[in-house]
């Protein structure tokens, strides 16, 4: 049964900085490719940022600069720090796992990415 459980989001006010973890278990962790997804609800998810199964990283245009992601293997928890948030990064941050990295990872439809978390909100005000 694999489960993924989110944490770290909240309240931060412009200029902030804030760090989401990802507890995962059920699955062999460094095999995967690991992402953080966000959802302004009415809008579209954007891909955040992505880590493949070779600790390569992506990251998307609007946090570029300003978002690391990483994974602690012993752990089996995926990270996504993030500094200088401003209101348009407000929104509910979602880790999922896939079994490939895809090209196309920081747009919908999200088909690589077969399992997912339950969420964390993120405000920035």
């Known amino acids: 049964h694999v489960q993924l459980v989110e944490s770290g989001g909240g309240l931060v006010q412009p200029g902030g900085s804030l760090r989401l973890s990802c507890a995962v278990s059920?699955?062999?962790?460094?095999?995967?490719?690991m992402a953080w997804v966000r959802h302004v609800p009415g809008k579209a998810r954007e891909g955040v940022a992505d880590?493949?199964?070779?600790?390569?990283?992506y990251y998307s245009d609007s946090v570029k600069g300003r978002a690391l992601i990483s994974k602690d293997t012993a752990k089996n928890i995926l990270y996504l720090t993030m500094t200088n948030l401003q209101p348009d990064d407000a929104a509910i941050y979602y880790c999922?796992?896939?079994?490939?990295?895809?090209?196309?990872?920081?747009?919908?439809?999200?088909?690589?990415?077969?399992?997912w978390g339950q969420g964390t909100q993120v405000t920035v005000s």
């Open positions: 059920g699955l062999t962790f460094s095999a995967h490719d």
């Open positions: 999922a796992t896939g079994r490939y990295h895809s090209g196309s990872w920081y747009k919908p439809p999200f088909s690589q990415y077969d399992n």
């Open positions: 880590i493949d199964s070779d600790g390569d990283t």
